[in-house]
């Protein structure tokens, strides 16, 4: 089995609120970088795979040279080799046709896997637009994998609970986080072969971008009132809450 893993490198997901700051509609370069968060459940997944059907497993990336170092914690994970994409677009169009590139590199490729969304854009539609290019099926929010009889069985996870799905073929999953995907901590041996694993490293190629233009990014103000409901009893301070909620169109 030939497995093959997305993964991207972000700003720290975890910088407080207060904390964060943008320049040219981006996050400030000070902040630390990292593997995004459901792309680390997504390398978890792939190296679930590659060890119950002894497979194979590729990480690739699209961005900047200097991710290396952070994308090596996936090799560390369980991954067997890495292919980067050099390049700082956007567009996921461009994003995903450059992956698209790098997989076909990969060889011949059973399954890819992403993570739902990004932790810096938060789209969620690069791996979407990835299947597509590719002719693969497309299931997002996945949770779970596995092969049977030659299918794919999957767990999506859906606003009104779990479902379980069958897939034919070759298939891109989106996935999400879930207690059996949380990413494993890679002992030290493997921390220190990661280092030494050679990368292969491709220029982009960059195709027509998508006609949507960004006109501005900006950090969302939240602006927080609060208003003190006094009351002689909880009966009266209930009713008088439900009263305000009303009049704020709240309910």
Known sequence: MNIVV???VVPDYEVP???????????????????GLYDENAVEVGVQ?????NGNLVIVSYGREDDIPILRKAIAMGGDKMILV????????????????AIEKAGDVD????????????????PGILATMLGYTFVPQVSKIESLNGEWKAIQVTEKGLREIKVKGKALFSITDD?????????????LAAKKMPVEKLEEIK???????????????IEIECEFI????????????LKRLKEEHYL
């Open 230 to 241: 006094s009351a002689e009893d909880i009966k009266e301070s209930a009713r008088l809450l």
């Open 111 to 126: 399954i890819v896997l992403a993570g739902r969304q990004s932790a810096d854009m938060d789209r969620g539609i690069v």
């Open 86 to 101: 050099i390049g700082q677009s956007d567009d996921p169009y461009v994003i995903a046709e450059n992956l698209k590139m």
């Open 207 to 221: 195709p027509s971008p998508m006609p949507v233009e960004e006109l501005s990014v900006e950090i969302p103000k």
């Open 179 to 191: 207690p059996d995907n949380v990413p494993r901590i890679p002992p030290v041996r493997r921390i």
């Open 49 to 53: 795979l590659k060890e119950r059907y």
């Open 6 to 8: 997305c993964a991207k």
């Open 17 to 35: 609120a207060s904390d964060f700051e943008l320049v040219n509609g981006r996050a400030h370069e000070r902040f630390t970088r990292v593997i």
